[in-house]
């Protein structure tokens, strides 16, 4: 089978009076592995840094979200073993029962203060923490208003909870507009953004986008996972980074990118925060996050406030990295963080180039549909504090290599 003939049976519904015969008609996984270029679920072999390892050989990682590099960090190695010999592997419980230990609460005290807010509240994990916040939030008369690109676990949380959901066109603001003015219900209304996008890299328009918000009485809940690390002073995030940070009403983020961990959060006034505690139901009935997850958080935390060249750091190689790209005449997204977009056109030609390009040595996200529009797919790269600039002229030559290959660079 041709590559897009695979991927385009993603679309072909199986109704049958059996439901798990659409299992057994799943091929996708089988005939993209018949033809060399499966690109999930690769097993590496080594800690992911600006480099790791696959079946033996060198592979400039240019996918993970460990932007600062903080996985590696001694000092977040030795907190996370410290927490697991002191307090062991779990908390054997849900938040509400026995499963609330110090280290939450330390760690929530210190994430409020970083991001100026009342408090915040720690989640299992960041999907957890999205639906739990909508769940709670959006009640049978409000309505969550999400951007088309927001993270999927936004859009579950906003499909799951009670109210109306509403997506408008990614970044428009006009659209959004139109949107808040023509709500007629009796509740209240959620914005929800991020303030970096993950796939193409782009930044939201927040100044932009408050003053909507602002000028019909809704509120806006930022998801800040990519922008918590590399944006704003010290790393503080894209609302600082816009220096709007006390009128956005809620900030969420995880710990698997900057903050080298596992798990989710959410920071605003007290008595909301409070009423998620309360009322989110992921949040109360799921088990707590670990010491070792948070001890390496707390860490990470500490080592960004400590070393703030790291921000810096991380900023100047995804500069570099952009106009490395730009200067080849690729088509490249965002610019604003870590998270650099490279269009890869339709998507068989991009599945072939990400194989080529891995096969040559450099990882890369692939990113297909829905994730981005058919037609547009995209190799989505993210660079680290720890990349130098031979790791990444080195790439740069090898994505040159693969794109003048299947004839996606202009002509020179």
């Known amino acids: 089978m041709e590559i897009q003939e695979i991927l385009d049976s993603r679309f072909t519904e199986v109704v049958d009076p059996d439901v798990l015969a659409k299992a057994r008609a799943f091929m996708i996984p089988r005939d993209l592995a018949l033809s060399g270029t499966y690109p999930f679920f690769l097993e590496f072999e080594d800690a992911q840094d600006s480099t790791t390892r696959y079946q033996g050989r060198d592979i400039i990682m240019l996918g993970s979200n460990n932007y600062l590099g903080l996985t590696t960090h001694p000092r977040v190695r030795e907190a996370s073993a410290q927490a697991v010999t002191h307090w062991g592997t779990s908390f054997t419980g849900a938040r509400t029962a026995n499963g609330t230990h110090c280290l939450h609460s330390k760690l929530e005290e210190r994430l409020a203060s970083f991001l100026k807010k009342e408090a915040a509240l720690v989640f299992t994990t960041g999907y957890q923490a999205s639906v739990g916040i909508l769940t709670s939030l959006v009640g049978t008369k409000d309505l969550a208003v999400l951007d088309k690109y927001a993270h999927a676990s936004l859009a579950d949380g906003a499909r799951l909870a009670a109210g109306e959901m509403v997506r408008f066109g990614h970044n428009d603001v006009s659209e959004l507009e ?77 710990f698997s990118k900057s903050l080298a961990s596992i798990g989710g959060f959410v920071a605003g006034p007290r008595a909301v925060i409070d009423y998620i505690r309360h009322t989110g139901r992921p949040f109360l009935f799921s088990a707590s996050l670990p010491a070792a997850c948070l001890a390496a958080a707390d860490a990470a935390l500490s080592v960004l406030l400590d070393e703030p060249e790291l921000v810096s750091r991380v900023r100047a190689n995804a500069d570099y990295w952009w106009r490395g790209l730009s200067g080849l005449g690729l088509q490249v997204l965002g610019g604003g963080g870590a998270v650099v977009g490279i269009l890869a056109g339709p998507e068989a030609r991009a599945v072939t180039m990400w194989r080529e390009l891995f096969d040559a040595g450099v990882y890369t996200n692939l990113a297909l549909y829905p994730s981005v529009p058919r037609e547009g797919a995209v190799l989505r790269t993210s660079v680290s504090a720890n990349h130098t600039k031979v790791l990444l002229d080195r790439a740069l030559d090898l994505v040159q290599g693969v794109f003048e290959k299947h004839g996606w660079l202009p002509a020179r």
């Not at 808040?180 to 932009?208: A, K, R």
């Not at 894209?238 to 006390?246: D, I, K």
């Open 178 to 254: 139109r949107v808040l003015s023509s709500w007629t219900g009796e509740g209240g209304t959620l914005v929800i953004v991020d303030g970096l996008y993950s796939m193409h890299g782009d930044l939201c328009n927040l100044p932009e986008v408050l003053s909507v918000c602002e000028q019909y009485n809704a509120r806006l809940l930022v998801d800040d996972a990519h922008g918590i690390g590399v944006l704003g002073p010290g790393g503080s995030g894209t609302a600082a980074h816009f220096g709007v940070s006390a009128r956005v009403d809620l900030i969420m983020g995880t």
